[in-house]
């Protein structure tokens, strides 16, 4: 299996977990608030928001463009941090380690 194969796998992975714990909006948040030039928007958007409108559109774009994986990410500390008293926090973080690790290896 490809990185790209396995970083799409991983994004849907993501995706169902946030899901399962109701931690998917139905409606975007404002451009405003999606326009943040601060790391993981923390200025405008809960960690959740950052994963589902910014996060995963962006690498869902890069995988279907072919484009490079970014390297040398670590996002679960924030993650963890963010999002340590939100229900589901564990099962995010999880997927969010698997994913710094698989861009480690692009």
């Excluded at 999606?34 to 959740?48: I, K, R, Y």
């Excluded at 962006?58 to 463009?65: E, G, K, N, T, Y």
């Excluded at 490079?68 to 973080?93: C, F, H, I, R, T």
């Amino acid at each position: 299996m490809t990185l790209c194969q396995q970083c799409e796998q991983l994004l849907d992975e993501l995706e169902q977990v946030l899901e399962s714990y109701e931690l998917l909006q139905s409606t975007p948040p404002s451009p405003k608030r999606l326009a943040s030039t601060e790391p993981f928007a923390v200025d405008t958007l809960a960690c959740h928001e950052w994963l589902q409108w910014i996060f995963l559109p962006r690498m869902r774009q890069l995988v279907l463009s072919g484009q490079s994986l970014p390297s040398n990410v670590e996002m679960a500390p924030y993650v963890e941090e963010a999002m340590k008293d939100q229900y589901g926090a564990a099962a995010v973080v999880n997927v969010i380690y698997r994913i710094d690790a698989l861009f480690a290896q692009s």
